[in-house]
């Protein structure tokens, strides 16, 4: 059974960077692509960025399009999403996906 599990959430000042991490477990990482997806309060789920399964494609959402920076470690099973220049509309549940598996989500929060 494949699993997903994010990490690295939590309070940030507007300006400011955070690392997400998405760890996977129990299908083949190496020929996976991984996807980001936010789901801020009240809003409907919307794509972030992506990544190919070995790393050298990569697409990102227009808006966080040269804030965010993904990438991925097949060594290690993860995906990281460095986020920098962070604003107040970033705050959201950040989840990862690859291939039919979905982590729970990890809570940004973005406020001085």
């Known amino acids: 059974q494949g699993q997903l599990v994010e990490s690295g959430g939590g309070l940030v000042q507007p300006g400011g960077s955070l690392r997400l991490s998405c760890a996977a477990s129990g299908f083949t990482f190496t020929v996976s692509g991984i996807r980001w997806y936010r789901q801020a309060p009240g809003k409907v789920r919307e794509f972030v960025a992506s990544?190919?399964?070995?790393?050298?494609?990569?697409n990102d959402a227009d808006s966080v399009n040269g804030r965010f920076t993904n990438s991925k470690d097949n060594a290690n099973n993860t995906v990281y999403l460095q986020k920098n220049s962070v604003k107040p509309e970033d705050k959201a549940v950040y989840s990862c996906n690859g291939r039919q598996y979905w982590g729970k989500g990890t809570l940004v929060t973005v406020s001085s």
């Open positions: 990544i190919s399964s070995g790393g050298n494609t990569k």
